[in-house]
């Protein structure tokens, strides 16, 4: 299978730099169908064929464990990943530990991620104090080996309640995806959902009968800030109203933020990663109807700072386009 999947990427990358008549053929890695990084990856695709003249491709991989190897070797061009997860693949820290991928660039915030755990309502878990009261007895999505960025947004908001992953009864689980379909299934019991996203929207109608999903509201106090940033230094917690529309906003909560990054490899042609940096810069409006987390997006925010490297295309962009870079 990796095999195959490292043969796909190579005829890809060949068709990308093919004869100059040719259309020019573009590898975007994405997550498994359901997955923040598939809705992304999609809508990218979509824009960058319909405005940008550029064929684009998506190929669903298992994660980012799976893909972002490939992006730092070029055999795939771009992909997406959380900022903090960028930052401890280059450096081979964090989930990346002793595995360093240093020719990964920055392109640019596709949006702000919003994510938090959940929990059927019905077990009454409002609060990660409630959670904390009730951990022994509770079984939590673990392991995340296809994602391993997943374990560290689970670890820092236990950390925010001062708990750990040995407080539950772990269940390991592939990818982000499967954790969130064994919360529906009833496999687990706590599990870490992104904001309104379609795995989550399922398994809340499979949830129906206990009451659909609930988020449980983090603790935004300063102590329980500092424990949760020991985990992801550049995440936020951020208040969200009630909103009977979006599955687990029963009631207000404090959930996650953090940037979710569009990002390639050094040695991608500066003029292609300027034309898509620019497309996705100048189509905000079209990539939120084709998956509404876009709508979150702004544009003069695009370029946050970052321990890694801007892409010499992307910068070209933002200069031209008057973006502060590390604004």
């Given at each position: 299978?990796?095999?195959i999947?490292?043969?796909?990427?190579?005829?890809?990358?060949?068709?990308?730099?093919?004869?100059?008549?040719?259309a020019q053929v573009?590898g975007?890695?994405s997550?498994?169908?359901?997955?923040?990084?598939?809705n992304?990856?999609?809508?990218?695709?979509?824009i960058?064929?319909?405005e940008a003249?550029i064929?684009?491709r998506t190929?669903?991989?298992?994660g980012?464990?799976?893909?972002?190897?490939l992006?730092?070797?070029?055999?795939?061009?771009f992909?997406?990943?959380?900022?903090?997860?960028?930052?401890y693949?280059?450096?081979?820290?964090?989930?990346?530990e002793?595995?360093?991928?240093p020719?990964?660039?920055?392109?640019?915030m596709?949006?702000?991620l919003?994510?938090g755990?959940?929990?059927?309502?019905?077990?009454g878990i409002k609060?990660?104090?409630?959670?904390?009261a009730?951990?022994?007895?509770?079984?939590i999505?673990?392991?995340?080996?296809?994602?391993?960025?997943?374990?560290?947004?689970?670890m820092?908001?236990?950390?925010?309640?001062?708990?750990?992953?040995?407080?539950f009864?772990?269940?390991?689980?592939?990818?982000f995806?499967?954790?969130?379909?064994?919360?529906?299934?009833?496999l687990?019991d706590?599990?870490?959902?992104?904001?309104n996203?379609?795995?989550?929207?399922k398994a809340?109608?499979q949830?129906?009968?206990?009451?659909?999903?609930?988020y449980?509201?983090?603790?935004d106090?300063?102590?329980g800030?500092k424990?949760?940033?020991?985990?992801l230094?550049a995440?936020?917690?951020?208040?969200?109203?009630?909103?009977p529309?979006?599955?687990?906003?029963?009631?207000?909560?404090?959930?996650?933020?953090?940037?979710?990054?569009m990002f390639?490899?050094?040695?991608a042609?500066?003029?292609?990663?300027?034309?898509?940096?620019?497309?996705v810069?100048e189509?905000n409006?079209?990539?939120?109807?084709?998956?509404?987390?876009?709508?979150?997006?702004?544009?003069?925010?695009?370029?946050p700072?970052s321990?890694?490297?801007?892409h010499?295309g992307?910068?070209?962009?933002?200069?031209?386009a008057?973006?502060?870079?590390?604004?």
């Open positions: 299978m990796r095999m999947k490292t043969l796909f990427a190579a005829a890809i990358l060949a068709a990308t730099y093919a004869g100059g008549a040719a573009v975007v890695a997550g498994q169908p359901g997955s923040l990084g598939h992304t990856g999609q809508a990218v695709a979509k960058l064929n319909q003249g064929t684009a190929q669903p991989l298992a980012t464990t799976a893909y972002v190897p992006i730092n070797r070029g055999e795939m061009e992909g997406f990943a959380n900022a903090v997860e960028v930052g693949a280059v450096g081979g820290t964090g989930n990346w002793g595995r360093p991928n020719n990964l660039r920055m392109v640019g596709m949006f702000p919003r994510t755990l959940m929990a059927p309502a019905d077990l609060t990660i104090a409630d959670l904390r009730k951990a022994g007895e509770l079984r999505a673990s392991e995340y080996t296809a994602d391993t960025i997943i374990r560290y947004y689970i820092g908001a236990l950390a925010n309640g001062g708990m750990s992953y040995d407080d009864r772990k269940v390991p689980v592939s990818n995806v499967k954790g969130i379909q064994a919360l529906g299934d009833g687990v706590v599990s870490l959902v992104s904001l996203s379609g795995a989550g929207k809340n109608v949830l129906a009968g206990r009451g659909g999903l609930q449980v509201s983090m603790d106090s300063a102590e800030q424990r949760f940033k020991e985990f230094p995440a936020s917690i951020i208040p969200m109203k009630a909103n529309n979006i599955p687990g906003l029963i009631e207000p909560a404090n959930i996650v933020e953090i940037p979710w990054m390639t490899h050094a040695d042609p500066e003029d292609l990663v300027y034309r898509i940096t620019k497309a810069a189509n409006a079209k990539l939120g109807e084709a998956f509404g987390a876009f709508k979150r997006a702004r544009v003069e925010k695009m370029a700072k321990a890694v490297e801007y010499p992307a910068v070209k962009y933002y200069r031209e008057g973006i502060a870079i590390g604004g």
